[in-house]
């Protein structure tokens, strides 16, 4: 059984611009699945689309199924009951998601008021004991998020996602903008959360390495679409597609030599959804591209071992597209 | 290329640099020397005073003891000496949509420099050449575009070249990739390799990222709380760390199939309440694991010595010099 399901989901902004093209993806109970991509490339479009927050004039199509129940098939009321209780979000930047003239207790009290028939008595305890839950003194429900450092305010943001005790957990670049030690802070909270809680997690970062040392599984996408799929220790150490292989190598490993004065970095930016290549979208900044790449559309493909690329050349056995440059 | 053998000359140097703010001792006595044609990062946690201590080698803030190093002269802080330095020590900002004015053109941003120090000659063949320099190619193409017609790198680029245009010796680079697409950033790093190989500069790169460092760096500068408790060249400090703060940094670089990160509780102190001692011993692992009485008794009482500026590698912990 999985937890979240998408089927086929497309999503297109007004204006006839395709942020989602047919995106299958699935968590499983206790699942950790990575989204890898950067600026543009729908990922967090996928988040909206999960809990139906997308804007009045987006199109969507294809399946959203949480456990097993269509989405985009339920009445605004359960709607609303499913947002924060069976699926919530962290969203990136704590400091502006935050209210800043309301104490943070009051910020985790209001949706379990608001979902459950707890007295304020009852939803006061419930926020002390979040709080702890994430790694903060329960008294700290008393303070404004001013006075918080970023990294308890992200672990704020952690606490507002749980209120309501739901079983899947969104966190859209939930440790950028934080320090190093921070962000190792945060990701370890999220892992134990996890575990402790049975949780079901969808981690989305354009940090590749972030997401293999934190997922079970890991999609990358590119221009809407997944380019590549599978364990997340095999994508970032073995990619099969060369858009993945750049990312990994955006972070290099210390003491790979192959990146020592070495950057590895694409040439130009990624398409704006609306204006994209033909053939494979990303051709024209590929390092390993052929000449068919430019007319060929390339769907994802079996590679086995629970392994999906959309490469033309992702099964050559000697292609290391890890140090390719 | 060696990591020791660049350049003789000291392009730009800290010595016994304190800047305080109030009773906040952000830069709390800093030895620090960048060697011309050399690249060094100074990392550290955000809070460790790496931005001020980069502020004040750009001479934008005074110190209140200790003097910043231009070649062989100290930095004067009369107006039209000031001035002179900055055409030669050049910053670039991060976050080059914050950096760039929406209503200036892409000329009209490089050229601002020139402007300012009143630098007559051909001004279109100086901002065509540092567009160049700067990998917009080719510059004309870009004279008349705005900042939001440019995608996240191209902007980095306008900003880089808006410092080069002034032929500076130095470039500190607060972050200069933090705000970029992964896929960009390494554009960018290879840009600066490229400056300094073409153009000898020498570049000082505040940042973060210790990958970054792995990439670009000849030499790393290790920051916590207003002082460097770790310095030398990039591959030792890396790979074989010294100073308890810089593997703990290291531990916690997202990868997989490592070592057991040591995650440290709590962020970087308050500037203003400096422990007594060593000022990393509150959230050290190593002085909480169990260590010799001798040894912990100089953590708790006597601050290690301040690291000195040259080439080596050097810690500032009691425990290494044990």
């Avoid at chain 2, 750009?58 to 231009?70: F, I, N, T, W």
């Avoid at chain 2, 020139?114 to 004309?140: Q, W, Y």
């Avoid at chain 2, 290291?250 to 102190?269: A, Q, Y």
């Avoid at chain 2, 008794?297 to 040259?310: F, G, I, K, Y």
Wanted: charged share 20%; aromatic share 4%; hydrophobic share 40%.
């Amino acid at each position: 059984m999985t937890l979240l399901e998408l089927r086929d989901l497309n999503v297109t902004y007004a204006g006839d611009v395709p942020a989602v093209r047919g995106v299958d993806l699935s968590v499983a109970p206790g699942q950790v699945l990575g989204i890898a991509g950067e600026s543009g490339c729908g990922k967090s479009t996928i988040t909206n689309a999960v809990l139906r927050l997308l804007p009045r004039s987006a199109k969507v199509g294809g399946q959203v199924l949480l456990d097993g129940e269509d989405v985009y098939g339920m009445s605004f009321g359960r709607l609303r009951a499913v947002r924060w209780a069976e699926a919530s979000i962290v969203f990136q930047g704590a400091l502006h998601s935050l209210n800043a003239v309301q104490r943070i207790g009051r910020q985790i009290a209001e949706p379990i008021l608001l979902h459950s028939k707890a007295t304020r008595k009852e939803a006061d305890r419930r926020v002390g004991e979040l709080l702890e839950q994430v790694g903060l003194p329960a008294r700290r429900a008393r303070d404004y998020p001013h006075q918080l450092s970023g990294g308890q305010r992200q672990r704020v943001m952690v606490a507002l996602a749980l209120a309501c005790g739901p079983r899947l957990l969104i966190a859209d670049e939930p440790t950028t903008a934080l320090d190093v030690m921070v962000q190792a802070q945060v990701l370890a909270l999220l892992s134990s959360l996890v575990r402790d809680l049975g949780l079901s997690m969808v981690l989305i970062s354009h940090d590749l390495s972030v997401l293999g040392s934190t997922c079970d599984r890991v999609a990358v996408m590119y221009a809407g679409r997944v380019v590549e799929q599978g364990p997340a220790t095999a994508v970032f150490d073995d990619p099969r597609h060369p858009y993945s292989a750049a990312l990994a190598g955006a972070f290099p490993r210390i003491g790979d030599e192959r990146f020592r004065y070495s950057p590895r970095g694409l040439p130009g930016d990624p398409p704006f959804p609306g204006d994209l290549p033909g053939g494979c979208e990303f051709h024209p900044r590929c390092p390993v591209a052929l000449d068919k790449c430019a007319t060929t559309e390339v769907a994802l493909a079996e590679l086995g071992d629970g392994r999906t690329s959309a490469c033309l050349r992702a099964t050559e056995p000697n292609l290391d597209l890890r140090g390719a440059r | 290329m060696s990591e020791t053998s660049r350049g003789a000359g000291v392009a730009l140097g800290a010595h016994g640099l304190h800047v305080r703010f109030g009773t906040a001792r952000a830069v709390d006595g800093v030895e620090l020397e960048i060697g011309s044609g050399e690249i060094v990062a100074l990392v550290g946690e955000s809070g460790c005073g790496k931005t001020t201590l980069a502020r004040s080698l750009l001479g934008l803030v005074r110190p209140a003891e200790g003097s910043v190093m231009h070649g062989d002269h100290p930095l004067s802080y009369a107006r039209g000496a000031l001035k002179e330095f900055r055409r030669h020590v050049q910053l670039v900002l991060q976050d080059p949509t914050g950096s760039l004015n929406p209503r200036h053109t892409v000329y009209e941003a490089v050229a601002e420099g020139l402007r300012i120090h009143g630098i007559s000659g051909d001004e279109e063949t100086r901002v065509s050449e540092a567009l160049a320099k700067a990998g917009l190619r080719p510059p004309e193409r870009f004279f008349l575009r705005y900042p939001h017609e440019l995608s996240g790198g191209q902007r980095q680029r306008v900003v880089i070249a808006g410092a080069l245009v002034l032929e500076p010796d130095v470039l500190v680079a607060d972050e200069p990739v933090s705000s970029l697409d992964a896929s960009v950033r390494g554009e960018i790093l290879a840009l600066l390799l490229k400056l300094r190989a073409e153009l000898g500069l020498s570049v000082l790169v505040v940042t973060h990222d210790l990958g970054l460092a792995w990439n670009i760096a000849d030499r790393v500068a290790v920051m916590y709380l207003g002082r460097i408790v770790e310095t030398g060249p990039t591959a030792e400090v890396l790979l074989a760390p010294r100073h308890p703060y810089t593997k703990a940094l290291l531990s916690v670089v997202p990868e997989i199939n490592k070592l057991e990160p040591v995650v440290l509780v709590g962020e970087t102190p308050d500037p203003s309440r400096i422990p007594a001692g060593c000022r990393f011993r509150p959230r050290c692992p190593a002085y909480a694991a169990v260590l010799p009485k001798e040894v912990a008794a100089r953590c708790e009482t006597e601050p290690p010595a301040v690291l000195p500026a040259d080439r080596g590698h050097h810690a500032a912990c009691h425990l290494t010099e044990a």
